[in-house]
């Protein structure tokens, strides 16, 4: 047999014992390689038709409320929250539930509407915003310290025009006026020179001003 041959058969023989050694373990990492593939697109598959089947629920939820539907409203939103809990239309939903607890006096049970909307938002900018009113009620509650600590957890790059002007309202009715004046001024800082609040909280540092001045 000619070295060329030679070399030929020894290769398809070390081919074949690979294959042989490997082959089955090649398969598998493929079929599991084509699963992967296939279970990915059925899962975004099936997480676009939660969120779409979640969205239709919560413009029901909207509905009901426009018509003065509550009842309504409320099951539907207790329905968002047992089957779609990690749906954002479930926060949403509970979010606009707390609203209305809110008007109607409701604060303990609109804290814990948002603890439960704050727990269950996964995105960072409904998180905070969540935060942000959940806040909101804890001053409302004559609850200062509870709000700070929530506002704290806000991140430093997200709503911090709106978290610092609250902060300062919170340590006003704390009676910490030096902290929250600092908080106005960074809430200042924050906002863009158009944004339509500026002129509502200069107010807030000017009237600061003002009662430093009278105590003074």
């Known amino acids: ?109 609109a804290e814990a509407s948002l603890e439960w909307a704050e727990s269950h938002a996964t995105e960072p900018a409904l998180k905070s915003l969540t935060q942000l009113r959940k806040a909101q009620v804890e001053m409302a509650s004559d609850n200062g310290k509870a709000a700070l600590a929530t506002l704290d957890k806000i991140p430093a790059d997200s709503y911090q025009g709106l978290a610092q002007e609250l902060r300062g309202d919170v340590l006003v009715k704390l009676g910490r006026p030096d902290e929250a004046r600092k908080a106005y001024q960074a809430a200042m800082s924050a906002l863009g020179e158009e944004a339509p609040q500026r002129g509502a909280l200069q107010m807030k540092i000017d009237n600061l001003a003002v009662a430093g001045k009278q105590g003074a």
């Open 1 to 109: 047999m000619a070295f060329e041959e030679y070399d030929k058969y020894e290769q398809s023989e070390l081919v074949q014992k690979w294959l042989r050694e490997n082959g089955v373990s090649i398969i598998v990492g493929i079929a599991i390689g084509l699963v992967g593939i296939f279970g990915w697109q059925q899962w975004r598959k099936h997480q676009a038709g939660n969120e779409a089947e979640a969205s239709q629920l919560y413009q029901q939820v909207q509905i009901a409320q426009a018509s003065g539907k509550t009842d309504a409203a409320a099951q539907l939103t207790d329905q968002l929250m047992k089957d779609y809990a990690k749906s954002p239309f479930a926060v949403f939903a509970v979010s606009d539930r707390a609203k209305q607890q809110v008007e109607a006096k409701q604060l303990d049970k």
